[in-house]
């Protein structure tokens, strides 16, 4: 753990205040101070890929929290068969991203991918991966489809947690079905729904795997995400400093959210005694 | 009353119809990609590049999954993947065991489960790219870059916190008096957790051995990363078919089935404790 999560962040944060470069190993070291950052923070490639990631992993959490509450709301009922479906509806997340890359890039292909066989009859048919826009749909829609089972999952385990008593008082009473959702299973599933939402947040801001085989951030920057960004900048392109210090950006970023979230919904000990 | 009753019992059917498409279109979503992944790796280039798409080849190959295997000799790189995640497999759950155990049956002045979890939020947390670029240089120091070695030490490196979090749950449920019977008879530490702890807790080591393996086996960043070309495992050989080959369907799809084969067999193995697994510390149980 200290070997390859802690030393390394030093390093980098080391490194993210000097001008190493690795291209001219001879050439002294220097201290920068704050030089890259604020050039990193500048940077436009950097920018666009910040708004990517916001925009896609926003859009598709979305979807996502929709979708798996619909299928869990569904499946913790139970009955015959459901554990088996259960089950099937988890494979997306369990195999390799790159497979999911190589899968829908097989799907979207503007000539004879299926996904157009569907769509092109409703009038949607679309050069998914390589026009701006419909390439961060498809993006979405990849991301919403590896994703939504693990959403569905804990939120099925989360409802299943959930004592009977309540539902019972509320039937007596007669409340309906939607009565019963809003006023009673919603509350009660809350803090489910943002332990949910907080793990899916920190891996989302990681996704890295499937793009790269998809669009590789393409067309242009079109679905550039900033851990993309970050692997080009230092490990194609080498300009270590500056990816070191857009890192650390990055990093600071999501340590804030996380600690909002976590501050606003969760609370980590309660869950643990 | 009869009426009422009789429009209720028509509304939950009305209910059950409608959950059962909603079912039907998720599982046709999840397994129609799969099917096409996999007939598109049986079917002859004719029928690949055609459209509308033909759903069902009539004449079916197996020349892609003969190609891959022979003449792009990528059976080296299932051997490395194989080899890579089962040595991180191992070690993380010999460690991991081992760790978890002692924390188990050892008082800690602080709270432990409070300590895990953040430790494992932590690694869960940060962007692995964030110390990527740092770790290459490192292990490109310790002069590791593109061995094996390398990918297992990583791989075992993020899968401890898990693994030790999961067997603790399962040696924390062990009663103590089978243990205290162990230690009556004369057993030490060591051989009481051996004998008596591990038979017992198959379960727990399997689950976690699983997730390990499919951790390591999935795993595309620190591999693409860390690797040129002896020691690439199966998911960067998969991403190169795309970069440097243009668009091989046949093949690609082949090694895409091969490498979903294994994560699959495991996760029907598990079946029952894999939800456990996958939910880890998002719900109490």
Redesign the interface.
Known sequence: ?S???L???A??LG?SFTNLNLLRPGQPIQFVGLQNYSTGIRDGEFLTAAWNTILIVSVSLGLQLL?GL??SL??SQERKGF?L???????????????V???????FNP????F??GLAQIGIDKPWLQHPIWAKVAVIIVET?TWT??VM??L???LK?LSDTPFEAARIDGAS?LQIFRYITMPLLKP?IA??LL?RL??A??M??SI??LT?GGPGLATEV??LR??KK??KYFD?TE??AQ??I??IC??VI?YIIAKKFVQ??K??? | MKRQIAARQGKNYF?RII?YV??FI??S??????F??FT?SLKNPVD??????VWIPKNITLNHYRSILQVNGVLPYFINSVIIALSSTLMATVFGGFAAYSLARVRFPFKL??FL???I??????????????????IQRLGLLDTRLALS??YT??N??FVIWILLGFFGDIPRSIEESAIMDGATFFERFVRVVIPISIPGLVVAAVFSF?LA??E??FA??LTTYRAQT??VV??G???DRGLE?GQ??G??VL??IP??IF??II?KN??KG??F?????
């Open positions: 753990m070997i390859t999560s030393i390394p962040l390093y980098s490194v979708i619909m299928l569904i499946l554990r479906w259960q089950t099937i509806l988890l494979i997306p997340n369990i195999i390799a991203p790159v497979v890359g190589v899968l829908w890039r097989l799907m000539d004879y991918g299926i157009k066989l489809w089972p693990f999952l804990t099925i385990a989360g947690s079905g489910v332990v949910t793990l920190m891996d801001f990681k890295f795997d790269y085989v590789y900033l851990s970050i692997y230092g490990l270590i990816a070191s890192s650390w990055f990093l999501i340590f996380s980590v000990e869950r643990i005694e | 209910k959950e909603v079912i998720a599982l979503q999840v397994l129609i990609p799969l096409w992944l598109t690949i590049f055609t459209y509308p798409p489960g409070i979890v953040y430790w939020l932590m690694t869960r947390m940060y962007p692995a790219v964030c110390t990527a670029i740092a770790y290459f240089m490192i030490i990583t490196s993020f401890l916190p499919i086996w999935n595309f960043l693409v990363i199966v998911p998969i991403s078919f795309i970069t369907w690609m799809t090694m895409g490498a979903i994560v699959l996760a029907l079946q894999f939800v996958l939910a510390g998002a719900v109490k149980e």
